[in-house]
């Protein structure tokens, strides 16, 4: 085993793939699937009902599925979904789903999030989407495919920005 190995945590019970790499003083929790070819970087946490797809690149200390801050939740098994081809920036926070939207928070394939963003509970981010650097997303948003939200843009919660839509300051 070498020293790699030794610096993170896995739990027995997390499903990763023999190609995913995951670095060093990461902690895995127990219901977290990761799939092929899928890189981790260093101090990244993946806790709850999280299922990341193939070939994502998800930078150092990102946070990614960890409870919503809502305070309607109430401890459901709610999940938070992740499509392929994604790169996910250094310290990209993102929530599981709520009871009440929709159970999962979803995002899709081919996407770039860039540094520091945060994806609320109950988003849906569809495929090829840009979400610049410390953009933060509120619950419930909705980015349709080929959107661009530019560095530093704040949404609030139920805001649906469209089909190849772009949104600046």
């Known amino acids: 085993m070498?020293?790699?190995?030794?610096?993170?945590?896995?739990?027995?019970?997390?499903?990763?793939?023999?190609?995913?790499?995951?670095?060093?003083?990461?902690?895995?929790?127990?219901?977290?699937?990761?799939g092929p070819k899928t890189t981790i970087g260093r101090r990244v946490t993946i806790q709850g009902h999280t299922v990341i797809g193939s070939s994502n690149d998800i930078g150092d200390g990102c946070v990614l599925g960890v409870l919503p801050q809502d305070l309607k939740f109430r401890g459901s098994e709610t999940r938070l979904v992740i499509g392929h081809g994604n790169q996910i920036g250094r310290n990209v926070t993102m929530h599981i789903g709520t009871e009440s939207g929709g159970w999962v928070t979803c995002i899709g394939s081919e996407n770039v999030l860039k540094e520091s963003s945060h994806v609320a509970h109950d988003t849906f981010i569809a495929d090829r989407c840009y979400i610049g650097r410390c953009t933060q997303l509120a619950g419930h948003v909705s980015v349709q495919t080929g959107a661009v939200v530019e560095a530093m843009i704040g949404l609030h919660h139920f805001v649906t920005v469209g089909r190849y839509a772009r949104v600046g300051y």
């Open 2 to 34: 070498d020293r790699i190995e030794l610096l993170r945590e896995i739990d027995p019970a997390a499903k990763v793939a023999p190609s995913a790499t995951i670095g060093p003083y990461s902690v895995i929790g127990p219901d977290v699937t990761i």
